[in-house]
């Protein structure tokens, strides 16, 4: 075979190899083609596919019907959460709220109460409060003695020389250790029973302070 003939042969193949090379490189490139040079409307279904198949974790409380945490689409609104977490009670004060407002993750999402509604419920509690508090007051206040709890007309005249500790501790300002220090020192052979309220004293504990308080509701038997 003549070289020149050779020569041409050679640069045919070369040629062709060239031109395959190029077909599948350009047919690798299509099948990769990036986001960014597809058309603008396809770009926004793939981006808006990827952000539906992404989801964040916030927490939604306050006045709504089923307050918790919650797994939603990273691409949602604060409204969309809200509706996961049951909607909206009535007294939620919406307004408040930037519902259109991008949640992201660990967000923690809650509904403000109305303030009338708030007052309102203050109130009621108050009310209740107060109301427990004047029933209470009024059952302790006693019949004979103005300002004195009606529970103290049950302790009044306790024999201290009979009476066992339990019954003691029913007089005001006396605990469980006071009391057993007045048996205690009754039945003390230096110091024996008592023959006044004055000797109430001679218990550790006891002073004068505490002896008035304690004299209107003790008897020596």
Same mark, same amino acid.
């Given at each position: 075979m003549q070289p020149k003939a %050779? %020569? !041409?042969i050679f640069i045919a193949? !070369?040629?062709?190899?060239c031109v395959i090379t190029s077909l599948i490189s350009t047919n690798d490139k299509e099948k990769t !083609?990036?986001? *960014? *040079? !597809?058309?603008? *409307?396809a770009q926004g279904a793939v981006t808006s596919k990827a952000a539906q198949t992404k989801t964040v974790r916030v927490q939604v409380s306050g006045a709504v019907l089923e307050p918790g945490i919650y797994d939603v689409p990273a691409s949602c609104r604060v409204e969309e $959460?809200? &509706?996961a977490a049951g909607g909206l009670t009535e007294n939620a004060d919406s307004e408040r709220v930037n519902l259109v407002r991008k949640v992201r993750d660990g967000m923690q999402i809650r509904v403000p109460v109305q303030k009338a509604a708030w007052t309102s419920r203050t109130q009621r509690k108050n009310a209740q409060v107060? &109301?427990?508090y004047s029933a209470s007051s009024t059952k302790k206040v006693g019949s004979t003695r103005a300002g004195t709890? %009606? @529970? @103290? *007309? $049950?302790v009044q005249r306790v024999r201290i020389n009979s009476a066992s500790a339990g019954e003691l501790q029913q007089l005001p300002g006396i605990g469980p250790a006071l009391a057993q220090r007045i048996v205690d020192t009754r039945n003390s052979r230096n110091s024996g029973r008592f023959t006044s309220a004055d000797d109430l004293l001679r218990v550790p504990g006891i002073g004068k302070a505490k002896l008035a308080k304690l004299r209107d509701y003790v008897e020596v038997d």
């Open positions: %050779k %020569k !041409l193949i !070369l040629f062709t190899g !083609l990036p986001v *960014s *040079s !597809l058309p603008q *409307s $959460a809200i &509706a107060t &109301a427990g709890e %009606k @529970n @103290n *007309s $049950a």
